[in-house]
């Protein structure tokens, strides 16, 4: 069964910090997502990772993906309190319909 | 752009009504998706759909049927509301082909009584 761990769950930072939230599964993949949800509203996607070493980057946001590890980093550079949601990072079952089993969310809290 | 819609934002229902949550995207995706999102429970598949009238059980179909008579219009059906029931529901959407992206929907947060 693949599972998609995400740690922490709950995360308060303050404003100009870094921090990391990691991403493991528990099988092979090589596609990886990150998605982000504002409270009350839906998820929007963030970030698609397609293989290993992948690295993407937008803002003050930078996601990685180690397929060899079956981790991804979602990287945090000098919070601010815009960033404040809840992150959710998904991995694909690697068949063809392209279902996506979704960790539980780390709920990131930017505090002044 | 994508566009995921979902016929309702906010939908309070008795127990025991049959319920209809529709989603249509203008995508032209094959695959579209039905989920539940609980807290601390995360975001749990009820069924999917990789082409007209196909269906598949997710993982927690009980309770649910669903009904995809056109490409883009997939919808979630609550043959007999019950409390345990309540909860946000988001409707997504993707190509058949990688990277498999899913676009999501509003969400209906729905309340049974």
């Known amino acids: 069964e693949l599972k998609v761990e995400q740690n922490p769950l709950f995360l308060s930072m303050q404003e100009g910090k870094n921090y990391t939230i990691y991403c493991n599964y528990s099988?092979?993949?090589?596609?990886l997502y990150w998605y982000r949800q504002d409270p009350g509203k839906s998820l929007e996607s963030l970030f698609v990772l397609l293989s290993n070493g992948a690295v993407k980057q937008e803002g003050r946001l930078m996601a990685s993906l180690d397929t060899k590890a079956r981790l991804s980093t979602l990287h945090i550079t000098a919070a601010v309190h815009d960033l404040s949601a809840t992150y959710f990072c998904a991995v694909d079952y690697g068949g063809s319909q392209g279902n996506l089993i979704f960790g539980k969310g780390t709920k990131l809290s930017v505090k002044p | 752009d994508v566009k995921v819609t979902q016929s309702s934002r906010y939908l309070v229902k008795r127990t025991g009504e049959k319920v209809f949550l529709e989603c249509v995207q203008d995508?032209?995706?094959?695959?579209m998706f039905w989920y539940r999102q609980d807290p601390g429970l995360g975001l749990r598949l009820i069924y999917f759909?990789?082409?007209?009238?196909?269906?598949e059980k997710g993982d927690i179909p009980e309770g649910y049927s669903v009904s995809r008579e056109k490409k883009e219009r997939f919808s979630l059906i609550l043959e007999s509301a019950s409390t345990n029931q309540t909860s946000m529901y988001l409707c997504a959407s993707s190509l058949q082909n990688p990277p498999y992206e899913q676009y999501f929907g509003p969400g209906t947060r729905l309340t049974v009584t």
């Open positions: 995508m032209d995706h094959e695959n």
């Open positions: 099988t092979t993949s090589d596609r």
């Open positions: 759909s990789y082409d007209v009238k196909m269906k």
